[in-house]
């Protein structure tokens, strides 16, 4: 697994890596601009629009939730994802 | 060729790019009048198809570190992708005026960030509500409860503090705290001294890109 980058710091009573891992992947995921539009990539001849992308990091967010708060519910019920 | 898109930075020529990007891939800057954007050519099949898109996340946040450590960045949610550098020019110059305004607010300044579990104390920790009024009760309790927490450290650390903002996420309450560059190991200092109850799991973590502080409220 990938080490988080040294230069950030976390500073918890229960450190761990695996947490340390989420703090970061919630941050790329979740932080930052986002830009909407329609743009179409298209795959082994397969037009896929940029929604396609926005479901997998949906689903990424909602695991990292779930991980965090193990008893919100069945990952079904949770809103689709933030987005600032 | 599509591009994923990094950050935006001011222009300036002392910045140190990073070697590699997102699966080793070269990272270029497509630069707009005084801002500047880091991008890197990019085969969208990485993310959607055979590489694992949290390894590619971490290498996207190895970057956006790597800059933050020079300069003021705002960054954009991994992954954002666009047809190409011409696509990425477009976006720029519609939004150079706010991308200008906030990378001189925060040129200096990081974002620090704690994260608070929202539980009641464990006196006050009721079983399951019986009744709508008794949640909406309960819930009112750990809000306070929270917002107690969170003013200590807003009080520990407020000398350092340029700003403050907290909300509610589905994790608990997360405070953000914008503080110059130079103060971020004292806030992590002055932090880490703050006595909470344990149940609170109090997580302060930073520096980040001051992503919560662009625009003014």
């Known amino acids: 697994m990938p080490q988080p980058s040294e230069d950030l710091v976390i500073a918890s009573a229960d450190l761990d890596q695996e947490m340390t891992l989420l703090d970061i992947l919630d941050h790329v995921l979740n932080a ?3 830009i909407r539009g329609s743009l179409v990539i298209s795959l082994a001849g397969v037009d896929l629009v940029f929604l396609g992308l926005d479901v997998v990091l949906t689903s990424v967010e ?8 193990p008893d919100v519910g069945p990952p079904g019920a949770s809103p689709k994802g933030s987005q600032r | 060729m599509p591009v994923l898109a990094y950050c935006i930075t001011e222009t300036q020529p002392e910045i140190t790019v990073p070697q590699a990007g ?3 891939t070269a990272i270029e800057i497509v630069r707009v009048e005084d801002l500047q954007c880091f991008a890197s050519q990019f085969d969208p099949q990485d993310v959607v198809g055979k590489a694992p898109i949290q390894e590619a996340a971490l290498d996207f946040n190895r970057v956006l570190q790597d800059l933050l450590q020079q300069v003021a960045i705002i960054p954009f949610r991994f992954p954002t992708i666009l047809t190409d550098e011409t696509a990425l020019s477009q976006f720029l110059t519609e939004h150079r005026t706010e991308y200008r305004e906030a990378l001189l607010r925060l040129r200096n300044c990081v974002q620090m960030e704690i994260l608070l579990k929202m539980q009641t104390s464990p006196n006050s920790r009721a079983s399951s509500p019986k009744s709508g009024a008794e949640y909406l009760r309960g819930r009112q309790a750990q809000h306070q409860y929270a917002d107690n927490i969170a003013a200590r450290f807003r009080e520990a650390a407020e000398p350092l503090v340029k700003q403050w903002r907290h909300r509610e996420t589905a994790a608990g309450i997360r405070c953000f705290a914008l503080v110059d560059r130079s103060d971020a190991p004292a806030f992590l200092r002055q932090t880490k001294g703050v006595s909470v109850p344990p149940e609170s799991e ?6 980040w ?9």
């Open chain 1, 32 to 34: 930052g601009v986002v």
């Open chain 2, 202 to 207: 109090p997580r302060v973590t930073g520096p």
């Open chain 2, 209 to 217: 890109p001051a992503s919560e502080f662009l625009k003014e409220q």
């Open chain 2, 22 to 24: 997102v699966r080793g």
């Open chain 1, 62 to 69: 909602t695991a990292m939730r779930h991980m965090r708060l």
